[in-house]
């Protein structure tokens, strides 16, 4: 069973950082297209950040362009998602997943940006 575990949320004020890991299970994450997705209260979950299997083919949403990296780790079958200069408006719930394959979403992550 494909199971992906979020972490690394937490309150940050405005203009911090933060450093998200997805942790999958019950596949080899090396093979596939990883993205990171976030819901805000009240909105429709939207996509965040794409990683190709290589690294090498990476998009973002522009809100967040120059301020977040994402990352792969196959070796430790890990995917992270650096956020910096947070603004209040990227508080949501973090997720992660397999592009394309409409995985379950798992239990997600929460970002506060808040002073």
């Known amino acids: 069973q494909v199971q992906f575990v979020e972490s690394g949320g937490d309150l940050v004020q405005p203009g911090g950082s933060l450093r998200l890991s997805c942790q999958a299970s019950?596949?080899?994450?090396?093979?596939?297209?990883m993205g990171w997705y976030r819901q805000a209260p009240g909105k429709e979950r939207e996509s965040v950040a794409s990683i190709s299997p290589n690294g090498v083919t990476i998009t973002y949403r522009d809100s967040v362009k120059g301020r977040f990296t994402i990352l792969r780790e196959n070796a430790k079958n890990t995917v992270y998602l650096q956020m910096n200069s947070l603004k209040p408006e990227d508080t949501a719930v973090y997720y992660c997943?397999?592009?394309?394959?409409?995985?379950?979403w798992g239990q997600g992550t929460q970002v506060t940006v808040s002073s």
């Open positions: 019950g596949i080899q994450l090396r093979a596939y297209f």
């Open positions: 997943r397999r592009t394309n394959y409409g995985d379950a």
